[in-house]
């Protein structure tokens, strides 16, 4: 199975702020790998495809990169929306398999 | 709009199994597949397989081989996934998503409400 490793785990941060988040995977996924957003009680959400196309909806803020094994999510000028726990998937081969997250903290 | 609804609640014994079901609208049983991803209470997100409602194939995540499984029912648009010998450990909340058949459309962009299962004595 491709491993997904996230870091970091959590991030204390604050409305206005930019941050960046990094996804590794255990072996090359070309451009398959997606970003999804979650708020507590809720399902996830597609925030990002293909490592960079932004899914339809999504404010501009968000913007994915990378190729092979190393991808990174930035987000521009936090939002209080934006606090919420992100992850990371792979969907280039089964099993699809997720990052363990990264959780935004209000600092 | 694509909507995935879910059925409510459970809770069940250990040794037990459940049934979950996720109801689709839209033309989904043509074109899409549906996944489903369990969350653990406070943990990450787990994908356990993968099905063809189309079709009926499936294809599952080794460790949910022997003890998961996924159906439909064409007549409804609704796809089930039944765990068995549930254990504590399977205390979690059970997602269904949309996924495309192509690599390009791959991606989770709808999902279901979310089905908690308990599993307690």
């Known amino acids: 199975d491709i491993q997904m490793t996230q870091s970091p785990s959590t991030l204390s941060t604050s409305v206005g702020d930019r941050v960046t988040i990094t996804c590794r995977a255990s072996?090359?996924?070309?451009?398959?790998l997606a970003w999804y957003q979650q708020e507590p009680g809720k399902a996830p959400k597609l925030l990002i495809y293909k490592a960079s196309s932004l899914q339809s909806g999504v404010p501009s803020r968000f913007s994915g990169s990378g190729s092979g094994t190393e991808f990174t999510l930035t987000i521009t000028s936090l939002q209080p929306d934006d606090f919420a726990t992100y992850y990371c998937q792979q969907y280039s081969t089964y099993p699809y398999t997720f990052g363990q997250g990264t959780k935004l903290q209000i600092q | 709009q694509v909507q995935l609804v879910q059925s409510g609640a459970a809770v069940k014994k250990p040794g037990a199994s459940v049934k979950v079901s996720c109801k689709a609208s839209?033309?989904?049983?043509?074109?899409?597949?549906i996944h489903w991803v369990r969350q653990a209470p406070g943990q990450g997100l787990e994908w356990m397989g993968v099905m063809n409602p189309r079709r009926g194939g499936t294809t599952y995540a080794e460790k949910f081989q022997d003890r998961v499984t996924m159906t439909r029912d064409t007549s409804t648009r609704t796809v089930y996934v039944e765990v068995s010998s549930l254990t504590s450990e399977d205390t979690a909340d059970y997602y269904c998503?949309?996924?495309?058949?192509?690599?390009?459309?791959?991606?989770?962009?709808?999902w279901g409400q979310g089905t908690l299962v308990i599993v307690s004595s």
């Open positions: 839209g033309d989904i049983f043509n074109n899409y597949y």
């Open positions: 998503a949309r996924g495309g058949q192509w690599l390009d459309t791959a991606t989770f962009d709808s």
């Open positions: 072996q090359s996924i070309s451009n398959w």
